[in-house]
């Protein structure tokens, strides 16, 4: 088994850094803007409900006036609203990621991108900018906002991953995309920063900074961003990946059935004519592909717990120990930075081993272990957040994992005998149905939390993380399989 070397590095150009960068940015920017509803559901909250529940709060109008914004008559029901809004979005998301991953492998990339981009920021802006300023509140605007907002962001994800997946070949894909699927994470941090900074104005203006932010990067992507190597006339990473015994190794997948086979064919692209684009597969084609079911309904799992955190953590933080809003916000930025670290961690321990799924699988188990750990996390800022970037490492970590490198690998297999038109179709399978089961999860938050407490919504996210482990069973047992088939066959050559 060849170790990766760092000297894969030296492959790159200043294009790929471009392009590394960009497409960084985009999502960043796109998960700041989402970021911030999570970041200020208190004070929405609280601008929904009568003035009679908020004692505490001044008074900043006549009763009469404040009274007329209620559109809810306790803070209860306004948070099982915000939960309905985060189901609204990431279903419309989810079903978004199916059509999208199929539109980005038959147009433009770069177009749907910024389109996708720009679009979702005007929406961001009227959903909690203008409603505000003209005092326009209704239940099913907001709701109709909302799910127009997840369809126009479900444009985003399989387009950066299939930029990224032309640019970037399999050896090291493990290592390049763990630091790049940081974006989410990264874009987390920002926008929790930006609403803290902005949000005793008002939460509208949190809306309109980071929506103001998020149409830029659009503008930029549009006439920046290349989205393959061949509008430069640049090699093809696949191509180059046969051109050495070390990147014929790379070339063979990631996620398998353990079966080394030589078959005798040739699945390099390089057989095909060069002028012939490769045809898109279709979606059930694409859904068939070896390992693209159970990953998807593993992420499922997997998301609804880590876009839970990514809800409901600020909100958490206020009601549960009694720390202002913006103290909440500043301190659930430790589960990003845990996420950010965890996956950079597991893709180059990935890379190096050669298998995606007993990495996934180890990190699952301990996940379970830091998720009881945190929920008795003592009123204690400090070890709050040492508790909370360790959960982020083992959840944050393993779903951005699932959701960059192994799509992309997923998107790229031999089966698909040098097609690349599959990768996008392939991201937004295994995005789309992971949002289907985040956004189930985030009204049952909601509904467990309001009926039971919280230390049962824990116990829900350990039965989900179990899950998860539990659907990528199979390959874990091929791929250790395959780890143990190699290791005797080197003894046995020695």
Request: aromatic fraction near 14%; charged fraction near 15%; glycine fraction near 10%.
């Amino acid at each position: 088994m060849a170790l990766p070397r760092c000297g894969f590095l030296s492959q790159y150009t200043q294009h790929h850094l471009l392009v590394f960068l960009l497409t960084f940015l985009s999502y960043a920017l796109l998960h700041a803007s989402r970021k911030t509803f999570s970041n200020v559901k208190v004070s929405i909250t609280a601008q929904w409900t009568p003035s009679i529940q908020n004692a505490s709060l001044p008074v900043l109008a006549p009763g009469q006036v404040w009274n007329e914004n209620q559109l809810f008559p306790d803070p209860q029901e306004a948070t099982l609203f915000l939960g309905a809004l985060d189901t609204i979005f990431l279903f419309s998301y989810a079903v978004g990621l199916f059509i999208s991953g199929i539109i980005g492998d038959r147009l433009n990339l770069r177009y749907v991108l910024s389109c996708g981009l720009c679009c979702s920021a005007a929406v961001e802006f009227v959903f909690g900018t203008l409603t505000e300023w003209f005092h326009f509140y209704n239940v099913y605007f907001y709701c109709s906002l909302w799910g127009l907002n997840g369809l126009l962001q479900s444009t985003c994800w399989p387009c950066v991953v299939a930029v990224m997946g032309n640019w970037f070949g399999k050896a090291g894909r493990g290592f390049i995309f763990g630091m790049w699927s940081a974006c989410a994470s990264v874009g987390n941090i920002l926008g929790a920063f930006l609403a803290s900074c902005v949000l005793k104005y008002g939460y509208e203006y949190a809306f309109l900074v980071t929506s103001s932010v998020q149409f830029a990067g659009g503008v930029v992507v549009f006439f920046g961003l290349l989205s393959s190597p061949e509008e430069l006339g640049l090699q093809d990473p696949a191509e180059g990946e046969g051109a050495s015994e070390r990147d014929e190794d790379s070339r063979r997948p990631l996620i398998g059935d353990g079966e080394e086979v030589d078959d005798g064919i040739d699945y390099s692209i390089q057989g095909e004519e060069p002028n012939k684009k490769p045809a898109p597969i279709g979606f059930f084609q694409a859904f068939c592909l070896p390992g693209v079911l159970s990953y998807s309904l593993a992420y499922a799992c997997l998301k609804l717990v880590n876009y839970s955190f990514f809800f409901w953590l600020p909100f958490y933080l206020s009601v549960n120990y009694g720390w202002k809003e913006t103290e909440a916000d500043q301190l659930s930025i430790w589960y990003d930075v845990g996420g950010i670290i965890g996956g950079t961690v597991l893709g180059l321990i990935s890379d190096v081993l050669q298998k995606r799924a007993p990495v996934l699988a180890v990190s699952l188990i301990l996940a379970m272990g830091s998720l009881i750990g945190y929920s008795h996390s003592p009123n204690n800022q400090p070890v709050n957040a040492v508790l909370m970037a360790i959960t982020g490492f083992f959840i944050g970590g393993p779903s951005n994992m699932i959701s960059s490198a192994i799509s992309a690998d997923l998107g790229r297999q031999e089966v698909l005998q040098g097609s690349k038109e599959a990768l996008a179709t392939v991201t937004g399978i295994v995005d789309g149905t992971g949002s289907v089961g985040a956004a189930a999860g985030q009204y049952l938050v909601s509904l467990i939390e309001s009926k039971l407490n919280w230390m049962c919504v824990f116990y829900f996210f350990i039965v989900m993380t179990g899950g998860s482990l539990i659907f990528i069973s199979p390959l874990i047992v091929n791929e250790v399989r395959a780890m143990l088939h190699e290791r005797r066959s080197q003894v046995h050559r020695l």
